[in-house]
């Protein structure tokens, strides 16, 4: 019977075979331990000397880490193993001897880690990481699709940018210039106005020369963007959507988790509704702290923390000043010098996780940002439309895919969220 690791529970007292890594091995004369992982999962298998007979030990004993191979023997039940099992074995068959392999369980410097990322993955660690991700997107999947939202797809190459930033890719196409994309955002305007609700999930690229632990210069967002919703219902969706996610994480990936060492109480508190406040309030807080910043500039990394300490679930940071934030933002009603926006900032320093905010949806105030912003009318044609003919209120954000799986994995660094991480002096393996 061939199974898996993650369904060996199944098969309790009856005889398996699995495909399988070898990821390291102990043995005490007469007993062989090897610790085996598929993919699905790591499990103990025991190899008795006597049992196997000489031949058969002494293979196993000699077995290179990360050599493959199948392995057959009988389900034991043991409530002190990590997966609750372990395999009596009563054969091995090797398919491949591995070479010496470089990660060894010894400890190793990240950037040699980060060298070989390829073999890396294969790890422990990374392995329950890679499955957090897995989790929440399709927790994200499961969301949507069950709130009514339709998965659309926006281009990666692009004339123009969405955020009017110059953190831009530049290519050539054919004979035009054209940019990958920093956010499928303008687009998912467009969708929503086909079918209402709409999300996409998709990679982003920002050429930030920024090298701190949340930035990757190629990450996945998740954009909803919603017709007939203003700022504050925007706000519901998000708040749902991250508790969903997060209690997807709580259910599904127990082990992961506990191979992390995540403390998973300060995870449980995660429920909707988060606390807002109000881009005014937090100057207020950080001044009273003690932090020199002043109305009108941006957060850096130690404020977005210093207001996150002050409350045990995520926080919006609500109404920024205009001039700090993107052209398509609609303003304040009762005051032009903020706008309908607000960052999500995650619990325990791991930063903004979404941006969002209610669009203008009025032809001649868009015209007036344009003209502010230098956009050319050309490029940005099309985006205008969606206020020509049947405009609607309409709000919108993106999550950054990778700085949540930082914080719900207690991940310190976005580098290990990805599998293969794009950072600003690596573009290898
Ligand atoms: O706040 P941002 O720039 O928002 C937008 O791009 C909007 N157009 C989204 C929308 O409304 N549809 O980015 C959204 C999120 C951030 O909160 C952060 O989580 C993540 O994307 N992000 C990054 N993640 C990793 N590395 C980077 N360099 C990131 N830049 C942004």
Not at 83 to 97: F, K, M, P, R
Not at 201 to 209: D, I, L, M, S, V
Request: net charge negative.
């Amino acid at each position: 019977m061939k199974t898996t690791i993650k369904q060996i529970g199944q098969h309790e007292n009856e005889s398996v075979t699995l495909g399988a890594w070898l990821a390291n091995k102990r043995s005490s004369g007469k007993i062989a331990f090897l610790q085996l992982r598929d993919g699905t999962g790591f499990i103990q298998g025991v190899l008795v000397k006597a049992e196997v007979g000489e031949e058969k030990f002494k293979q196993a004993k000699e077995l290179s880490q990360e050599s493959s191979l199948y392995v057959t023997g009988t389900v034991k039940k043991d409530d002190r193993a990590p997966s609750g099992y372990e395999l009596a074995v009563t054969d091995i068959d090797i398919i491949h001897e591995a070479s010496e392999y470089p990660i060894t369980p010894k400890e190793h410097g990240t950037e040699f880690l980060m060298d070989h990322r390829h073999l890396w993955l294969r790890s422990k660690k990374q392995h329950a990481i890679m499955r957090i991700r897995n989790e929440i997107i399709r927790a994200t999947y499961e969301y949507f699709n069950h709130e009514g939202f339709v998965k659309v797809d926006p281009p990666i190459l692009t004339a123009s940018s969405a955020e009017g930033t110059t953190e831009l890719f530049h290519t050539k196409y054919f004979d035009e210039d054209a940019y990958l994309s920093q956010s499928g955002q303008l687009y998912m305007e467009a969708a929503a106005m086909a079918l209402g609700k709409v999300f996409s999930f998709g990679p982003t690229f920002r050429a930030e020369k920024s090298k701190t632990r949340r930035h990757l210069i190629e990450f996945w967002m998740i954009e909803p963007e919603m017709a007939f919703m203003d700022h504050e219902e925007s706000l519901e969706v998000q708040e749902n959507y991250v508790t969903s996610i997060v209690q997807s994480v709580l259910t599904n990936c127990k082990e992961e988790l506990a191979v992390l060492e995540r403390d998973t109480a300060v995870l449980e508190k995660i429920q909707a509704p988060f606390p807002r406040i109000s881009y005014d309030d937090a100057i207020t807080f950080l001044q009273n702290e003690g932090y020199e910043i002043t109305w009108g500039e941006d957060f850096g990394a130690p404020h977005e923390t210093a207001i996150a300490e002050a409350y045990d679930k995520p926080v919006f940071i609500t109404n920024y000043p205009k001039d700090i934030k993107a052209f398509y933002m609609k303003p304040h009603p009762e005051r032009d010098d903020v706008v309908l926006c607000a960052d999500l900032i995650a619990p325990e320093g791991y930063g903004e996780i979404i941006g969002g905010s209610q669009r203008i949806d009025d032809e001649a105030l868009l015209q007036q940002r344009y003209d502010e912003h230098s956009l050319s009318a050309d490029a940005y044609q099309w985006y205008m439309d969606l206020r020509k003919y049947g405009s609607v209120p309409h709000s919108g954000f993106g999550l950054g895919l990778e700085r949540t799986v930082a914080w719900i994995s207690g991940t310190e660094h976005v580098r290990e969220t990805i599998p293969f991480p794009r950072l600003l002096n690596r573009l290898y393996p």
